[in-house]
């Protein structure tokens, strides 16, 4: 089993930033993935972006040059950063990790934006 603790959601007026953070424990692979995700109300989860075991980089077209997604160095850990946030950034976001054929979900964390 693996467990994904997620950090860093809240309230922020358009233009602004939040920093996401995620950290796994548990049984670790070293070669995973991690990623974030967000489902706004009322639509479907959707990726935000993710990074796999060679470290490639993957962002949704709506977020590129405005969200960064870096790997922590004190153990599997990813990180979101996201600036410029728009209202339509709205939602829960969830981490993701996978690792052969293991796939775990955080809880998830609100973000919020404000006109």
């Known amino acids: 089993q693996v467990q994904l603790v997620e950090s860093g959601g809240g309230l922020v007026q358009a233009g602004g930033s939040l920093r996401l953070s995620c950290g796994a424990s548990?049984?670790?692979?070293?070669?995973?993935?991690m990623g974030w995700y967000r489902q706004a109300p009322g639509k479907q989860r959707e990726v935000v972006a993710v990074?796999?075991?060679?470290?490639?980089?993957t962002y949704a077209q709506s977020v590129r040059g405005r969200f960064t997604i870096s790997r922590g160095y004190a153990g599997p850990t990813v990180h979101l950063d996201m600036n410029d946030l728009r209202p339509d950034d709205t939602g829960i976001y969830f981490c993701?990790?996978?690792?052969?054929?293991?796939?775990?979900w955080g809880q998830g964390t609100q973000v919020t934006v404000s006109y």
């Open positions: 990074i796999d075991p060679d470290d490639k980089i």
């Open positions: 548990g049984n670790i692979f070293s070669a995973n993935t």
């Open positions: 993701n990790y996978i690792a052969g054929t293991k796939d775990y």
